[in-house]
T-cell receptor, first 115, second 117 residues
């Protein structure tokens, strides 16, 4: 079946530090890949996505590149801010999900950015 | 425009009781999903609607769980004879009609936190 493995948290960084959150996946066929973010007290929000190999998704200074050869979709940001503190989820949808194309999520990585 | 809304935001019930959780998707979104998120975990798929019919209910954990979407818009997730293990945040998501079959961006509501005592 499909699965997503995320870097264990929690992650604590100082403001302006470089961020990497690792994500690898297992899927049948060619999945679409997503990063969702959950800010404190809020619902899940789509952060960025990539639908085919070598695509780069980007938003709000975050980037992730769809690497088929390493089955990875690592999230990066060059300089984090306190406002980036949240839980980050890597997710995929795959043809093997059937018509539903439901999302399969990783377990989430808690990021805390200190001033 | 309005996002996905879910009511109630919190629900506390006793073991054995029946509960209903409501989801109001984004207007025009034909697909609707229910997920369950346990503490410290990512959301897990429960059921998918395309229009009024449940096109995939493979994620429902057992027959105590049931969901409907009678008019193709609002959906209700129903849980009978609740158990303490049902305590979780129940998330609803909707997505627009697909132009690209490989594309499926889902928009999530804020969730209903269910606590079974």
């Amino acid at each position: 079946g499909n699965s997503v493995t995320q870097m264990e948290g929690p992650v604590t960084l100082s403001e302006e530090a470089f961020l990497t959150i690792n994500c690898t996946y297992t899927a049948t066929g060619y999945p679409s890949l997503f990063w969702y973010v959950q800010y404190p007290g809020e619902g899940l929000q789509l952060l960025l996505k990539a639908t085919k190999a070598d695509d780069k998704g980007s938003n709000k200074g975050f980037e992730a590149t769809y690497r088929k050869e390493t089955t990875s979709f690592h999230l990066e940001k060059g300089s984090v801010q306190v406002s980036d503190s949240a839980v980050y989820f890597c997710a995929l949808t795959a043809p093997s999900s059937g018509s539903a194309r439901q999302l399969t999520f990783g377990s989430g990585t808690q990021l805390t950015v200190l001033p | 425009g309005a996002g996905v809304s879910q009511t109630p935001s919190n629900k506390v019930t006793e073991k054995g009781k029946y509960v209903e959780l409501r989801c109001d998707p984004i207007s025009g979104h034909t697909a609707l999903y229910w997920y369950r998120q346990s503490l410290g975990q990512g959301p897990e798929f429960l059921i998918y609607f395309q229009g009024t019919g449940a096109a995939d209910d493979s994620g429902l954990p057992n027959d105590r769980f049931f969901a409907v979407r009678p008019e193709g818009s609002v959906s209700t997730l129903k849980i009978q004879r609740t158990e303490r293990g049902d305590s979780a945040v129940y998330l609803c998501a909707s997505s627009p009609p697909r132009v690209d079959p490989w594309e499926n961006t889902q928009y999530f509501g804020p969730g209903t936190r269910l606590t079974v005592l």
